[in-house]
């Protein structure tokens, strides 16, 4: 395992950019990314399982709820419904300076032998990543759902992860790969709709709420989760086979791209708390070739990875400088520099 302080951000960009060349690259973002619209998820988390502990279920339930609201309703803002320099709009720029840099380090990397292509893989239920993506007309973004006409509604086909989209010349027939983006959201999302206990489609988050007094009805709760096609964020066995075999279906796609040779992940906004994400990528670390590059927000989360990563030599923790912070511009000044003539360099 290496630390390595953020103190030069040309220096840090060059050695990422080395990574990249010659790599399969693979983001993995949790819900530190989405601050400062969403609160961290980690807290409900903890919550949650603290009234599951205590067979508090009910209580479990309604706190599950009222968060997946809360995201439902964030959602209303977006694309445009925020105020320029609010906590929503800071968050969704951060999303697109983001993903516009991942489209242009894609298009301009020089290894033709691999894919112009990167997965993202986030445990986070907003729909940041989609917004952001919808006003880049330049990217290309895969989120597993089957658009072909004449289908009832857009249903999910995780398999559609392997496409690759090629752009044919009018003359020559000559053929290049577009940049791509596969957005998969391991825990659900809030526009994912079970339709039946057969399969999932894309629809609208829900836009009616329960009141307080249907909230003191546990069964009007449940009912509502049902409703959501998302991984709730605690231990408990799932309800429901389908969510059950979609996510292991999405966890085998991490699995897989880990164990792929010279597969490169870059974590960000993620603590590792999720112990089945933990233990795929501690396994996936005895491939020799992989490499897994960790931001940690502040001095105390690098050193809570490095407990968690401390026997494998093939992590790499970059960490601020002693009261300091790498949060989603940080990340962003260093992706940007990625790719960039150095004489244009300027920390």
């Keep these: 395992m290496e630390i390595l302080e953020l103190d030069g951000l040309e220096k840090t960009a060059r050695l990422l ?88 380090i894609l298009f301009e990397r020089k290894n033709i032998l691999l894919p112009r292509q990167a997965n993202v893989f986030t445990t986070n239920y907003d729909e940041f990543f989609e917004v952001a993506a919808s006003l880049l007309p330049s990217l290309v973004l895969n989120d597993g759902f089957n658009r072909r006409i004449g289908k009832s509604g857009f249903e999910y086909a995780p398999e559609l992860f392997f496409d690759r989209v090629y752009r044919s010349g009018t003359v020559y027939q000559h053929q290049s790969e577009i940049p791509s983006v596969n957005l998969v959201k391991v ?65 085998r796609l991490y699995t ?40 940690a927000f502040n001095q105390n989360g690098a050193a809570d990875f490095e407990a968690k990563f401390s026997a494998h030599r093939n992590v790499l923790i ?14 962003n000044t260093l992706f940007d520099m990625i790719g960039i003539i150095p004489e244009a360099i300027h920390d």
């Design 17 to 104: 950019e080395r990574y990249i060349q010659s790599a399969h690259i693979n983001f993995l973002f949790g819900s530190g990314a989405s601050i400062p619209a969403i609160q961290l998820a980690g807290t409900v988390e903890k919550e949650i399982d603290q009234h599951l502990a205590a067979s508090e279920y009910n209580e479990a339930n309604e706190k599950a709820l009222t968060f997946i609201e809360e995201l439902e309703y964030q959602h209303g803002f977006l694309p445009a419904g925020y105020t320029k320099g609010d906590d929503t709009d800071i968050t969704l720029q951060n999303y697109i300076r983001f993903l516009s840099s991942v489209d242009r």
């Design 318 to 331: 970059i960490k601020p400088t002693d009261g300091q912070n790498i949060g989603f511009p940080e990340l």
């Design 187 to 251: 825990h659900g999302s809030i526009s994912w709709k079970r339709q039946t206990d057969e399969k999932i489609v894309l629809g609208e988050p829900e836009k009616v709420q329960l009141t307080a007094v249907e909230k003191n009805n546990p069964q009007d709760v449940k009912d509502a989760l049902a409703k959501r096609a998302v991984i709730l964020p605690n231990m408990r066995k799932f309800e429901s086979t389908l969510l059950d075999r979609v996510y292991f279906d999405l966890l």
């Design 256 to 295: 897989n791209a880990m164990e792929m040779e010279n597969a490169l992940l870059f974590v960000f906004g993620f603590s590792f708390a999720d112990e089945h994400i933990l233990d795929i990528t501690r396994r996936a670390l005895r491939n020799p070739t992989a490499k897994v590059v960790i931001f």
